[in-house]
């Protein structure tokens, strides 16, 4: 084998090995992202009205408990604060009702309402993001 068709050989080698593990690497981090997704969190409930946590919204209200997702659906900014029954979007302005639906943008989806439980004792909230 002449010495130019070993490089050419290395370096289609090399390049194949380099796009195995980027393939496996994308495999593991996508799975890893699945199941970061499907994961299960528990927050006692609270007599406040609205609570804020790291990725969530949690909304109790005559009774009824209602889990929104906290990103904005703008540009994903966490919303952090609540004024006069409006929840509020720090970055640009965006404000939703306490369902999650947009009353002004720049947003235009609603958040989104994510699936929960109250705990058998009554106690804690399921949020089953
Ligand atoms: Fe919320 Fe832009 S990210 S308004």
Redesign the pocket.
Known sequence: MKAENRRTFLKIGGAGILAFFALIWNKLTLNHIQISKQKEVVVPVSNKEVTFTDDYIIIQQNGETTVLSSH?T????KINATENGRLL?P????AYDLQGKVLQG??FKNLERISSEISADGRQIIIKG
């Open positions: 904005c703008h540009l994903g900014c979007c970055c640009h302005g965006s720049p947003a």
